[in-house]
């Protein structure tokens, strides 16, 4: 059974920084596409950062690029989202989400398994 665990959201002030962590279990890091999502109150959800099954190739959400970084340890079989230069719109819920066999894994459509959240609250 597949399952995902965040961890890592907290509370910081603009300007912060947080280390998001994602477990995972019932499968391999290295077999499955992953992402980072998030979604605020009153807002559709959208995707922050993705990470190709081999571990090569990145993609980050306009709004994050330069600030986020998202990585993965095989050792541990996690998902980590390094986030710095917290702004108050990047307040959200966190979603890690892991997926086998689209072609655009970059779609919230491709991905089969996602995790509860973790929150994350930047204040000004």
């Known amino acids: 059974q597949v399952q995902l665990v965040e961890s890592g959201g907290g509370s910081v002030q603009t300007g912060g920084s947080l280390s998001l962590s994602c477990a995972g279990s019932g499968f391999t890091v290295s077999s499955v596409y992953m992402a980072w999502y998030r979604q605020a109150p009153g807002k559709e959800r959208e995707g922050v950062a993705w990470?190709?099954?081999?571990?090569?190739?990145?993609y980050y959400a306009d709004s994050v690029k330069g600030r986020f970084t998202i990585s993965r340890d095989k050792a541990k079989n996690t998902l980590s989202l390094q986030m710095n230069s917290l702004k108050p719109e990047d307040t959200a819920m966190y979603y890690c989400a892991a997926g086998r066999g689209a072609i655009n894994w970059l779609q919230s459509q491709s991905y089969n398994y996602w995790g509860q959240g973790t929150q994350v609250t930047v204040s000004s």
């Open positions: 990470i190709n099954a081999a571990g090569v190739i990145t």
